[in-house]
């Protein structure tokens, strides 16, 4: 499986009063590489809504090794790890100029949209295999 990529800007709202990017603003970064990741599969989470599924963040680790400042261009790699019916566990980085900024280590489920646990829907999920 090779790793998905996406630029990412560093915007003033992104920082603290330090002028770093604020530690929360990377689950921002990380999601939207796992949203494009989706999307570049043909996957839209409207569509997936449309069909009683979601997933949902069940765990998130994160390493802060270096700080990133405004008007930084962050390349987000998305690289799926394992994949069950219902799990993916997924490995995402922020780099700027290829050095790690972020690494983090983020299991999603699959979830109905009414809530409870389901299973990805097979051509999800061979999809996502694939990627």
Known sequence: MSAHRIPVRVYYEDTD?????????????????????????GVHHSELIRVGVAFAVRRMSIDFLAAAHIDDVLEVTTEVDTATPA????????????AVIARAEVQVVAIRTGGGATRMPKVLRELIVKA
């Open 87 to 98: 799990r993916l566990n997924l490995l995402q980085t922020a780099s700027r100029a290829g």
């Open 17 to 41: 009063f330090s002028g770093n990017v604020y530690h929360a603003a990377y689950l921002h970064f990380f999601e939207r590489g796992r949203t494009e990741f989706l999307r570049d599969l």
